[in-house]
T-cell receptor, first 111, second 118 residues
């Protein structure tokens, strides 16, 4: 079992719909959780991070964390074709430590 | 600089050749990380520096891989006697600090070096 699991996709959503991405992790010592977006041939760029159980909203993005279930998700509201990319979930145990990434979920937003 | 920079952006090496990949972190960032990303996979951790100290090298796949950051700024990842399985994108990331948590631990990635070993 990989430490961080994501459905590889592709997740196909119509423009304007909500895209829902899921990520599970195995290490209960994980403290910080990150969502990165990666366009083809480009490097990962941070979308948002979350540390506490519950929801965190930033514009069209909402991250949800449930440490008891070892589950973190990302919702993209009003999906746009420019949101088409691979979304990487990453976790780390403590400040300054390495990030452990999932394999990424490829999202396709169709006009 | 404004962001993390890496050079070269592309490198083609013959099997058995040595290569050196350079990373310039964001100015003032204490922590520096190297990751390896194979095609279609998420990045995998290689090694971590806090200033000039290499605190974690558990992800280096073999003793052919060596990294340094002698003055606590620029870092070099060296791969000796390259093999075809070394073909990947090598990503460098930096973060503000190792303490305090929160925004300071957010890692910002450079554009990567795409290595192809023939």
């Amino acid at each position: 079992q990989k430490e961080v699991e994501q459905n590889s996709g592709p997740l196909s959503v119509p423009e304007g719909a909500i895209a829902s991405l899921n990520c599970t992790y195995s290490d209960r010592g994980s403290q910080s959780f990150f969502w990165y977006r990666q366009y083809s041939g480009k490097s990962p760029e941070l979308i948002m991070f979350i540390y506490s159980n519950g929801d965190k909203e930033d514009g069209r993005f909402t991250a949800q964390l449930n440490k008891a279930s070892q589950y973190v998700s990302l919702l993209i509201r009003d999906s746009q074709p420019s949101d088409s990319a691979t979304y990487l979930c990453a976790v780390n145990r403590a400040a300054g430590n390495k990030l452990t990434f999932g394999g990424g979920t490829r999202v396709l937003v169709k006009p | 600089g404004a962001g993390v920079s890496q050079s070269p952006r592309y490198k083609v090496a013959k099997r058995g050749q040595d290569v050196a990949l350079r990373c310039d972190p964001i100015s003032g960032h204490v922590s520096l990380f190297w990751y390896q990303q194979a095609l279609g996979q998420g990045p995998e951790f290689l090694t971590y520096f806090q200033n000039e100290a290499q605190l974690d090298k558990s992800g280096l796949p073999s003793d052919r891989f060596f990294a340094e950051r002698p003055e606590g700024s620029v870092s070099t990842l060296k791969i000796q006697r390259t093999q075809q399985e070394d073909s990947a994108v090598y990503l460098c990331a930096s973060s503000r600090g190792a303490t305090g948590g929160g925004f300071q631990e957010t890692q910002y990635f450079g554009p990567g070096t795409r290595l192809l070993v023939l």
